[in-house]
């Protein structure tokens, strides 16, 4: 089971900008896909940026699309979250996942994903507020 750790979190100005990261331990090879999953206040928790690790395909729901920008070094076992333009409704716990058999959507954007991955870290919180 690989192990995920997020970071990168913490308060941000409307507009702003901000990178996570999740450092993956263990072997990745066995996993389908990667992604970045969000729980804001009183919402569940779904995903908003997923990529593809054999082909580096991405996906992204439709309201962080042109904003949002999900990468990976694999060099580093690192997956990267660049976030720009950033809203108030961006606010959340931000999860970064990994699962060995998901299939990405048709199409590189729609309706967020509602998935249990199969590996998860533990979360990281940023606030986007003036």
């Known amino acids: 089971q690989v192990q995920l750790v997020e970071s990168g979190g913490g308060l941000v100005q409307p507009g702003g900008s901000l990178r996570l990261s999740c450092a993956a331990a263990g072997s990745t090879l066995d996993y389908s896909v990667f992604g970045w999953f969000r729980q804001g206040p009183g919402r569940g928790r779904v995903g908003v940026s997923l990529i593809n690790n054999r082909f580096g395909d991405t996906y992204y729901a439709d309201y962080v699309k042109c904003r949002f920008t999900i990468s990976r070094d694999s060099a580093k076992n690192t997956l990267y979250l660049q976030m720009n333009s950033l809203k108030p409704e961006d606010t959340a716990v931000y999860y970064c996942?990994?699962?060995?058999?998901?299939?990405?959507?048709?199409?590189?954007?729609?309706?967020?994903?509602?998935?249990?991955?199969?590996?998860w870290g533990q979360g990281t919180q940023f606030t986007v507020s003036s």
């Open positions: 996942a990994a699962d060995r058999s998901f299939i990405l959507p048709i199409g590189d954007s729609g309706p967020p994903i509602r998935a249990e991955f199969d590996s």
